[in-house]
């Protein structure tokens, strides 16, 4: 697959041959939800608690008693079917991560970045270079570029300048290419990555 080159302006500079087995496979919709499923559960905190019918206070006393009143038998008015009393399967603190194998994670990232590719939702640029950190110099990228919705930038080295100028806007976001994920590539609408960032992450995933 080749895709144009362009610089910060906009313009196209070159050609690049994408590789196949990273940018142009067979995306598997099933390894990627899985993968993605995991990224989510993942950010849950899991704390949420509510009391059995052993951890409520009070309840100690049998109610009335067993035989003569009219009225059913009760052990304790802590019971779940009492007003102030314990939950029925009461929720408790659970961690909701789990994990998957590095054939799976490789398989779910290729398919993600497949699939912007195949979108035409992927811009390649030679180099990002930003004259200051402000969040105007970013707009300016952005436009000159016409992209539209939320921008993912992905780049081989940190860069000062970028990150600084996209932690404001809620529609870009700025990771270098070893932190490249399922979840972010496809929570964007368009990914723009370096030239030097593809080489690397190819060299990781082929």
Do not use: C
Not at 11 to 37: A, F, G, P, Q, S
Not at 87 to 96: C, E, K, S
Request: avoid cysteine; charged fraction near 30%; charge should be positive.
């Amino acid at each position: 697959m080749k895709i144009k080159v362009r610089n910060v302006a906009g313009e196209e500079v070159k050609d690049l041959t994408l590789n196949d087995n990273v940018w142009n496979i067979e995306t598997n919709d099933l390894v990627l939800k899985k993968m993605l499923r995991l990224q989510l559960d993942a950010t849950r905190q899991g704390t949420a608690k509510t009391k059995n019918r052993g951890e409520v206070s009070g309840g100690g006393r049998k109610p009335w008693k067993q035989k003569g009143t009219g009225r059913a038998r009760q052990g304790s008015t802590r019971a779940p079917q009492w007003r102030g009393g314990g939950m029925v399967h009461a929720i408790t603190p659970r961690d909701y991560t789990f994990d998957i194998n590095k054939k799976e994670r490789k398989l779910a990232l290729k398919s993600a970045l497949t699939s912007k590719a195949q979108a035409k939702e992927l811009v390649v640029l030679d180099n990002i270079v930003l004259d200051s950190l402000k969040t105007k110099d970013i707009k300016n990228l952005i436009k000159n570029l016409k992209l539209e919705g939320k921008v993912l930038f992905v780049t081989k080295d940190e860069n000062e300048n970028l990150f600084m100028a996209t932690r404001n806007l809620g529609y870009a976001i700025h990771i270098m290419s070893n932190e490249i994920n399922a979840l972010d590539v496809v929570n964007s609408d368009v990914l723009v990555i370096t030239e030097e960032a593809i080489k690397e992450i190819e060299e990781v995933l082929k």
